[in-house]
Structure formats: C-alpha cells, structure tokens
C-alpha cells in the first residue's frame, strides 16, 4: 500500500461510512478502560506501596507482553480476522481490567494482570487499525487514524479524572470495576462490527527500495517515540506525588486538550506536509517535553500534559500511517503490530532505564538524561530519512 499525492488531495470523508462512525464509539469505549490504566503509578504508588523500580516494572509488563504477541497477532491480522482480534482484545480488557483495583500488595497476581492488559491492548488496537485500513482509502490513512485516535484519546481525561474521583470516595476496587463494566461495552460493540474486506491498492515497483529505507527509519522513530511516552506517563506521577501533589489527572486532561486538538485539526495535514517529517517535529517536541519534567511542580502538571499531547498527537497516527504506506503486500496486519511492537520496546527500554536512574539519580537527572537521549535519537533518524 501506498498513499501517493494526487490520491491524498481527492475528496474523500470517512465520517460519511456509518461503520467508521460505529468504529468511533468502540474507541471511545477502549479509551476510557485504556486511559483507567494510566493511574497505575499513583495506585501502586499509594496503595500498593511500590518504589520507582517496581513501578518501572509494573509499566513494563503490558509493553513487554505487547512486544511478544505483536508476531502472533499480526499473522490473525494478515489473514483478515480483525473482527475477532478486536472481540478477543475486548474480553481480555473486560476480564483483566475489573479486578485489578482490589489488589492490595504487590504480588504474581499484579503481574498477571497487567501482562493481560497488554496483550487486550495490542489485539485491540492492531484489529482496529486494519480495520481503518479496510475502510479509508491509502492517501487519508494519517487523518482516519488520527480521527479513530482522538475518539480513544478524547476520553484521556473523561477516564482518568473519573477513576481518580472514583478512587477517593470509593476506593479504586470500583475505580477499577466501573472500567471493566466500560470494557464490556467495547466488547457489545466489537460483536456488532461487520467483517470488511482488504482493500488493495499497490505500489508501484520502483518505489519498493524507497519504502524499505523509510521503513527501517520509521522503525527508530517508533521506539524513540515510545521511550519518551513511556517517561512522561510513568513516572510524572510519583514525580508530582512525591513533591506534593494530591491528584495528577491534569496531566491527562492538558494531553487530552492538545492531543484532539492536533489529530482533529491537523490530522489531514499529515498526510500533505508528508508523514515523516511530522513524525520528526513530533519527536522533537517529545523530547523538549521530557526534559521540562525534569523542573515539574504539581501546579505544572496539566502545561506539561499540553506539550506531551501535541507530540503523541503528531507521533502515533503519522507512524501508524507510514507503517501502512510501507508494508509489503498482504503484510498490514503484520506491519501494524510491529508498529506497536516497536512503540512497546521503546517504552520498556524508557520504563526499565528511567526507574533505575531515578532510584540511582533522582526524578530531575532521570528525566534530563532520556530527554537528552531521544533528542539525539530523533536528529539521526532524521540524517537516516534524508539518506
């Protein structure tokens, strides 16, 4: 698949396909059991006792099960089965996600859990990616991806403030189980999704040596990304608990904010500025905004959520896209879960090194040095594009 320029200016809008609208309401729904996990550092900071190792760990679980299922998921993919990727994800989401809350010390049990999380999120989101693929045509990929993704990401801060809320006045067992009922919902609606077939659209011959050099740079961007996800989301809350803070869902709401701003405003100039060099001014401000947390106070939470939003705003349906626009025949399914598979170890290699540098150095020298590093990372992927 390719997106080529004149393909990308024809008239085209996916909201009028009421299965891309329907396809909206189950993102809706996953965004807000997705955005309830975001508030595991600060519940296993306050109630589970974990210091900023373990909650490394407890971040890295999810990831690390994404990365080992992405092949296995991808081969489901590549043979059409979507639909039952996306009903599979949700049970999995519904069955893993309503428990977690009335755990109260750390345990195999944790672990499991959030190992289930993952493999429900890579089956999700990789199910619905191809579905959009099957839906949208090749040159609107980058906008149909940042429009799917704004329904997930607009409910960042319906999701994480409520389950924060919830969490206080009754504890985070209901927190967590109202999340899991949410997830039942996705399930509903994955059961309702029509099967669509591929569409195919092929590039031309010539343009195969080009798309495997994109594809290896798009693979770097796509862990540098994940590195500096990983950072911001996991360890900005301790951060703000420990200097502090009593409620870190601004963060969220500030992502959020900017975030639906950039992917339902500039999610079709994606795909006309060019794909790559959107992932570029992503991952610069990725890296800026690693850095800022480096001088965190509670107060500045949601102003570092609104940097953090405008780069994974940019980042994810710009590489979603790219990996698309370079996948083999047949391959999108596969392509799509390596995509994810990529973001997951850029997360846990940011998880598994931030906490250590923070339980070594401290929250400001941790947050200087990856932002540093996926600085660095995104100015030589940029050389590896332009060679």
Same mark, same amino acid.
């Given at each position: 698949?390719?997106?080529?320029?004149?393909?990308?200016?024809?008239?085209?809008?996916?909201?009028?396909?009421?299965?891309?609208?329907?396809?909206?309401?189950?993102?809706?729904?996953?965004?807000?059991?997705?955005?309830?996990?975001? #508030?595991?550092?600060?519940?296993?900071?306050?109630?589970?006792?974990?210091?900023?190792?373990?909650?490394?760990?407890?971040?890295?679980?999810?990831?690390?099960?994404?990365?080992?299922?992405?092949? #296995?998921?991808?081969?489901?993919?590549?043979?059409?089965?979507?639909?039952?990727?996306?009903?599979?994800?949700?049970?999995?989401?519904?069955?893993?996600?309503?428990?977690?809350?009335?755990?109260? @010390?750390?345990? $195999?049990?944790?672990?499991?859990?959030?190992?289930?999380?993952?493999?429900?999120?890579?089956?999700?989101?990789? &199910?619905?990616?191809?579905?959009?693929?099957?839906?949208?045509?090749?040159?609107?990929? &980058?906008?149909?991806?940042?429009?799917?993704?704004?329904?997930? #990401?607009?409910?960042?801060?319906?999701?994480?403030?409520?389950?924060?809320?919830?969490?206080?006045?009754?504890?985070?067992?209901?927190?967590?189980?109202?999340?899991?009922?949410? *997830?039942?919902?996705?399930?509903?609606?994955?059961?309702? @999704?029509?099967?669509?077939?591929?569409?195919?659209?092929?590039? $031309?011959?010539?343009?195969?040596?080009?798309?495997?050099? *994109?594809?290896?740079?798009?693979?770097?961007?796509?862990?540098?990304?994940?590195?500096?996800?990983?950072?911001?989301?996991?360890?900005?809350?301790?951060?703000?608990?420990?200097?502090?803070?009593?409620?870190?869902?601004?963060?969220?709401?500030?992502?959020? #904010?900017?975030?639906?701003?950039?992917?339902?405003?500039?999610?079709?100039?994606?795909?006309?500025? &060019?794909?790559?060099?959107?992932?570029?001014?992503?991952?610069?401000?990725?890296?800026?905004?690693?850095?800022? =947390?480096?001088?965190?106070?509670?107060?500045?939470?949601?102003?570092?959520?609104?940097?953090?939003?405008?780069?994974?705003?940019?980042?994810?349906? =710009?590489?979603?896209?790219?990996?698309?626009?370079?996948?083999? $025949?047949?391959?999108?399914?596969?392509?799509?879960? *390596?995509?994810?598979?990529?973001?997951?170890?850029?997360?846990?290699?940011?998880?598994?090194?931030?906490? @250590?540098?923070? *339980?070594?150095?401290?929250?400001?020298?941790?947050?200087?040095?990856?932002?540093? =590093?996926?600085?660095?990372?995104?100015?030589?992927?940029?050389?590896?594009?332009?060679?």
């Amino acid at each position: 698949m390719t997106s080529s320029s004149s393909e990308a200016l024809a008239p085209y809008s996916e909201w009028s396909d009421p299965r891309f609208r329907q396809l909206l309401l189950f993102q809706m729904a996953f965004g807000y059991a997705y955005a309830a996990l975001l #508030l595991v550092p600060k519940f296993a900071t306050v109630t589970l006792g974990a210091n900023p190792s373990e909650i490394g760990t407890l971040a890295a679980c999810p990831v690390v099960a994404s990365f080992v299922c992405a092949p #296995l998921c991808g081969r489901v993919l590549d043979r059409g089965r979507h639909r039952a990727a996306m009903i599979a994800g949700s049970l999995v989401f519904a069955l893993s996600v309503a428990p977690f809350g009335y755990l109260h @010390q750390l345990g $195999p049990l944790v672990y499991v859990l959030r190992v289930l999380h993952g493999v429900g999120n890579t089956l999700v989101v990789g &199910g619905a990616a191809v579905y959009v693929t099957h839906l949208v045509p090749a040159g609107h990929h &980058g906008r149909a991806f940042g429009t799917a993704g704004a329904a997930s #990401l607009m409910m960042n801060a319906v999701a994480s403030s409520a389950t924060e809320r919830l969490a206080d006045a009754f504890g985070w067992g209901v927190a967590y189980q109202f999340a899991g009922a949410i *997830s039942l919902v996705m399930l509903g609606l994955s059961l309702r @999704q029509p099967v669509v077939s591929e569409r195919v659209e092929s590039a $031309p011959a010539s343009a195969s040596g080009r798309r495997l050099a *994109s594809r290896r740079a798009a693979a770097f961007a796509t862990v540098a990304a994940g590195a500096g996800f990983g950072m911001l989301v996991t360890f900005t809350q301790p951060f703000a608990l420990a200097r502090g803070a009593t409620h870190v869902a601004s963060l969220f709401v500030g992502y959020t #904010l900017t975030a639906l701003l950039v992917r339902l405003g500039l999610g079709g100039a994606v795909d006309r500025w &060019g794909r790559q060099r959107a992932a570029f001014v992503a991952l610069t401000i990725y890296a800026l905004t690693v850095l800022c =947390a480096a001088a965190l106070r509670p107060s500045g939470l949601f102003v570092l959520g609104l940097g953090f939003g405008v780069a994974h705003g940019l980042a994810w349906p =710009a590489l979603t896209a790219l990996s698309v626009e370079n996948a083999p $025949p047949g391959r999108v399914g596969s392509a799509l879960t *390596s995509t994810q598979a990529l973001f997951a170890a850029g997360t846990v290699l940011s998880v598994w090194v931030g906490g @250590q540098l923070v *339980s070594a150095y401290g929250y400001p020298l941790a947050f200087v040095m990856l932002g540093w =590093a996926v600085h660095l990372w995104s100015v030589v992927d940029a050389a590896r594009w332009k060679g």
